[in-house]
């Protein structure tokens, strides 16, 4: 089932720790997976016997972004798991730290 | 979406990094969390609608941002350098609250039925039980997380909201998850009521960075304690930087500051000559210079190292220029120059300076949001962008002074006043003028010993600016007036000026 990416929206992996939050994403629906399985928004809770895809297993890591090709969808791992990050059938990618001047 | 989300995702991925250092208390990343959920058990029971604080800084106050945000009810830090009639007022509008305070502030409080107030020793050391069942944080983006009141000079202090929204994109746009190293530290000397204290808690926390507070600001105290936690970052207003600059030119001292590699300013106009002088007396530091207002969640437009160096070194004029700008927009704004009207200006057209981007709330409370139809929110700040998008500020709009239908900035003026030697500050208004509607005042302070005629000062201005910028009226002052935060305060120079004789044009 595709779901719309609201920019600050958050995103459960049905079988695993992973947390997403939404960057950016420009309107419209989108498949959004984790470790095989859709993702879960809002109170949506994961189905019975969901089980972790060993195929879809690269694991996500706190803090960093995911993007897609175009980094036209931004996605915050805001808690890592297990599970791959997958957008419209498509690995996304760990969008490359920028060296930001700390001003505060 | 929630604020709390910056402190979980710290505390997950380094629970043992120190989170903040206050004289001999040393708090973990893991610990402040905790100490925020208990302290949000205790703010759900009491069924209070805000988190206040009366405070200096202290880990009271990262820890009351967070609890504030666990438990789904706005933080609202009050200022404890107004009188105790206006912080009675301020607590009488965020009523029912649970209040944290202490000491000589907690004694300017009138008891209210409806304030819960914690002494912060308390607050800090809530019981383990109360943080037991407390549900997950909110995730409303559009959820009021900080509430700012403005120092407004005219009329009840305005009360800016930060939402859960705005804050977030700030810091998801401007800073990257742990992007400290582990011994990273930042000194903290702005008070936890302005802006930039609530954006400094959380960009530290989300950079998983040592925060070092200081609850005042003296040159000494700033120098030891930028030695004793080895700090690597600081942030200044320009007074601070200016009178450290001082201290240590006065005492022949040495910086010996060999950890720090960073120094942000911001919060007001710095004096050209002033970061001239910073640049060379720590020479192995990165500047940045950061603008930003409560309204838009802090930091809007930043000049980074890179770009203070560039200016330094340049032979072209244009980019020397730049040291005195603020910057280019982050990349998590867009700004631009509008007319009176509203209509767009080019390059080097100075005008009105209009911000846009998730940060920006542009929205108080009971008055709604001074966003336009598209979202742009208006500053009230007149600049202009140069051809690169280097933003110049030419002060606050109400500021500037209107001669004959030209546009006058102060700002431009009062630098040329500080590059005489004899001159330590000065200050530039509006003054009443029978002729052209406003004339050029200028109250200036001598430096001790010097000596300078208003006539010679009339020919500097005359010399390298043009002869409208000829302040008119010159007085020489002990010292000017300035808020605690180090801004020149213009209204109580303007209104000096205005009981004064209008004064004849020159």
């Known amino acids: 089932m595709a779901v719309a990416l609201k920019a600050g929206a958050k995103l459960k992996s049905a079988v695993c720790d992973t947390q997403l939050m939404v960057v950016k994403a420009p309107a419209g629906e989108y498949d959004i997976r984790c470790g095989g399985l859709e993702m879960l928004a809002g109170t949506a809770t994961a189905p019975e016997g969901a089980q972790l895809d060993p195929a879809q297993a690269e694991g996500t890591l706190i803090g960093k972004r995911y993007v897609d090709a175009e980094e036209k969808v931004e996605l915050l791992c805001t808690k890592g798991g297990k599970g791959s990050v997958v957008l419209n059938g498509v690995a996304m990618s760990i969008k490359q730290a920028k060296q930001l001047p700390s001003s505060d | ?506």
């Open chain 2, 1 to 506: 979406m929630n604020i709390a989300t910056i402190l979980d995702m710290a505390a997950e991925a380094f629970g043992d990094r120190i989170a903040v250092v206050s004289g001999s208390t040393r708090m973990t990343y893991a610990e402040l969390r905790a100490a925020a959920q208990r302290a949000a058990g205790a703010i759900r029971a009491s069924k209070a609608s805000y988190v206040a604080l009366l405070d200096v800084n202290t880990p009271a106050a990262p820890v009351a941002i967070f609890a504030a945000a666990y438990a789904g009810v706005p933080y609202v830090p009050l200022n404890y350098r107004l009188t105790k009639a206006e912080i009675n007022e301020l607590v009488e509008r965020v009523a029912p609250a649970y209040l944290v305070s202490s000491g000589d502030y907690r004694a300017l409080l009138e008891p209210r039925a409806d304030i819960q107030v914690v002494d912060r020793a308390d607050f800090l050391n809530l019981p383990e039980s109360l943080a037991e069942g407390v549900p997950e944080p909110g995730d409303d983006p559009r959820a009021v997380a900080v509430q700012l009141f403005t120092s407004g000079t005219t009329g009840k202090p305005k009360a800016a909201i930060l939402r859960h929204e705005n804050l977030m994109s700030y810091i998801v746009g401007t800073v990257e998850f742990a992007a400290a190293e582990e011994d990273d530290a930042i000194v903290v000397t702005v008070p936890p009521y302005h802006i930039a204290g609530i954006s400094s808690a959380l960009s530290s926390t989300y950079a998983c960075r040592r925060m070092v507070q200081l609850d005042g600001f003296d040159a000494r105290s700033w120098l030891e304690a930028c030695r004793s936690e080895n700090v690597s970052n600081a942030f200044l207003v320009p007074t601070m930087l200016s009178r450290i600059v001082d201290h240590l030119s006065e005492q022949g001292e040495g910086a010996r500051l060999p950890a720090l590699r960073s120094i942000a300013y911001g919060g007001g106009k710095m004096p050209l000559s002033a970061i001239q002088r910073a640049m060379s007396l720590f020479p192995q530091v990165d500047f940045t210079n950061a603008y930003g207002l409560t309204e838009t969640s802090s930091t809007v437009a930043v000049l980074g190292p890179d770009d203070h160096r560039a200016a330094a070194a340049s032979e072209d004029p244009l980019v020397r220029k730049r040291l005195s700008s603020v910057g280019k927009a982050t990349g998590a704004v867009e700004i631009a120059i509008r007319d009176e009207d509203g209509k767009p200006l080019a390059a080097n057209q100075p005008g009105l300076v209009f911000v846009r981007g998730g940060q920006v709330s542009g929205e108080y409370l009971s008055l709604g949001s001074a966003l336009d139809a598209d979202g742009w929110f208006s500053t009230r700040d007149r600049g202009y962008l140069d051809d690169e998008g280097f933003l110049f500020l030419e002060g606050r709009a109400d500021d500037v002074i209107v001669r004959g239908g030209e546009n006058i900035s102060p700002g431009e003026i009062e630098d040329v006043l500080l590059s005489h030697p004899a001159v330590a500050d000065a200050a530039v208004v509006a003054v009443p003028d029978e002729q052209w509607g406003e004339g050029v005042g200028a109250a200036v302070v001598l430096k001790e010993n010097a000596k300078a005629s208003v006539a010679e000062l009339q020919e500097l201005v005359k010399q390298r600016l043009r002869s409208s910028r000829v302040p008119q009226a010159i007085v020489f002052r002990d010292a000017l007036p300035y808020n605690e935060l180090g801004k020149v305060l213009r209204r109580v120079i303007r209104q000096e000026f205005a009981e004064a004789q209008p004064t004849a044009s020159a």
